[in-house]
Nanobody
């Protein structure tokens, strides 16, 4: 079975840090781009960051650029999202997803279950 298991969410104060993990199984992890998306209450899902399946090229939404870092460890089938200097507007459910090609749209093939991030001011 294909699985994407997201974890690492929690509640922090503004300025704090969290590291999200996305562990993949059931497909060829190194052949897929991985993206992180988030959805806040009452808002559309939006892309946060993604990392390509080929050369590790990364993308960041303007709202997180300079604060978030995406990385992947192919030996562990895991993608990380290091989130620093968190802001209340980062509060959302964060999802990881896998696609055969890196994309900033949400037409990813596989999706994880989401992990809640709450940032208080």
């Amino acid at each position: 079975d294909v699985q994407l298991q997201a974890s690492g969410g929690g509640s922090v104060q503004a300025g704090g840090s969290l590291r999200l993990s996305c562990v993949a199984s059931g497909f060829s992890f190194d052949e897929y781009a991985i993206g992180w998306f988030r959805q806040a209450p009452g808002k559309d899902r939006e892309v946060v960051s993604c990392i390509s399946e080929t050369d590790g090229t990364t993308y960041y939404a303007d709202s997180v650029k300079g604060r978030f870092t995406i990385s992947r460890d192919v030996t562990k089938n895991t993608v990380y999202l290091q989130m620093n200097n968190l802001k209340p507007e980062d509060t959302a459910v964060y999802y990881c997803a896998a696609s055969v090609t890196a994309s900033i749209s949400d037409n990813y093939r596989y999706w994880g279950q989401g992990t809640q991030v709450t940032v208080s001011s």
